[in-house]
């Protein structure tokens, strides 16, 4: 993952974005989120490869397990 992801506060204000593009983690997760499938989201970029969507995937997996939850209220 650590060759994959990268942060430079040049590029995209620092958001994390695939090595060697300006495609930030979050666009990847967003569109799978949405309910794309990885395959969908390499013909959407085709720069990306397969291992570039799962480290974005495996980032994210890392950057929550630090994170503090909160739940958030309900509307009654």
Request: with cysteine.
């Amino acid at each position: 993952m650590k060759d994959v992801i990268v942060v430079d506060p040049k590029i995209l204000c620092g958001k994390p974005i695939i090595k060697g593009t300006r495609i930030p983690v979050y666009v990847i997760l967003n569109l799978l989120g949405a309910g794309k499938s990885v395959e969908e989201v390499l013909e959407l970029y085709p720069k990306l490869k397969r291992d570039d969507v799962l480290a974005a995937i495996a980032y994210a997996g890392a950057v929550m397990e630090r994170e503090e939850a909160h739940l958030l209220g309900r509307s009654k």
